[in-house]
């Protein structure tokens, strides 16, 4: 499943602001590259571990989660970011 609402975001401002949101409700949010995988010519998988303690409720989070980045001439052009990273490896045609 990709995250909801993230296509309301566009260029390097809109990725900026996803981030904020994303990250603004840890006190200590991680998110730890673990691998890049060359889906095609223009799409890389990136599998990440995601780790952090929330600000208000003081609950742990720990997961693995992937990014679908494109490129185009050298520079991204867009991000999906998946809370499955199977999910992310069907959507880029490498898992069934």
Known sequence: MAVAGIDDFAGRDGYVEFTRRWTEDFEDLAIEPEQIIDADSDRVVATT?????GKGS???????TAWVVTLEAGRIVDVVLFLEPNDALKAVGLRE
Do not use: I, Y
């Open 58 to 64: 003081g609950v742990t989070v720990d997961m693995r």
């Open 49 to 53: 571990h995601t780790h952090g303690t």
